[in-house]
């Protein structure tokens, strides 16, 4: 039976490893859903030799902006399928413009991550660069009723998204139609300015929308003004002509709706 070895089993991992073990496959891992302790080399190296198939969702470390799992365990992955979870973030800003896999890394606020992502790579993984996560529990509707949702006015700025369970299917399609190494994006198919997605979900919710602000009148954290430092659509036409994966959710609207 085919084994998957997850590190990390944070929100988007637990729905990779749902679909996995609804596809059949055995999925051991870490984390504080995960039945492995990452910091026991023993469980980790004796779970890895279960596994032909490894999976990593853990990001760069905040303080060294190395990766932590080949910072420990990169020896030990040597004869695995790899896959790793980045972000779409490599890419920095666009301007507005598509991105795709072929499109210049590194030159944005992530530097850290495109190290990483540059990293996985070269040790021949299948790298899936995903932009703003959403689904149960993350989402517009979440942010609403908790009073932290923003309408900021900066014409032009526009985001890709994706729903988790369009994650999911994406990695088990790698998993399962045994993908050929390379960074594959899954996003969804309609960048849109966040206001259009707020102003969406509050008519949903049939709640007046949030004020329109400037960013410093909103004054969102660091990592909230740096998600709006950049500006990019991303184009997902590799991982459908490749993985044969469609998103179940191709707008933000069926994801809404869907969640609604």
Known sequence: MAHLFIFGLGYTAKRIAAS?????WTVSATGSDGDVDFA?????M???????????????????????????????????WLGYLSSTGVYGDAQGAWVDESSPT?????????ECDAQWLE????????????GP???AFDRIRAGKAHRIDLPGQVFSRVHVEDIASGVVAALTGDAPPGAYNLSDDLPCSQNTLIEFACDLLQVE????????????????????AENRRV??????????????????????LALH
């Open 46 to 80: 004796a779970a890895l030799a279960q596994a032909g198939h490894v999976l990593s969702s853990v990001p760069p470390d905040r303080e060294s902006g190395l990766d932590p799992v080949l910072d420990s365990y990169g020896d030990a992955l040597g004869r695995h």
């Open 235 to 256: 184009a997902n036409g590799k991982a459908k002509r490749i993985l044969g994966w469609e998103p179940a959710y191709p707008t933000y609207r069926e994801g809404l």
């Open 209 to 228: 929308p949030p004020p329109l602000q400037t960013i410093e009148e909103a004054g969102l954290s660091p990592m909230a003004r740096g998600f709006y």
């Open 40 to 44: 026991k080399r023993d469980s980790v």
């Open 123 to 134: 040790r021949g993984a299948r790298v899936f660069r995903l932009p703003g996560i959403y």
């Open 20 to 24: 996995a073990k609804a596809a059949g």
């Open 106 to 114: 590194g030159e944005g606020r992530r530097t850290a991550r495109a």
């Open 137 to 139: 529990g993350r989402s």
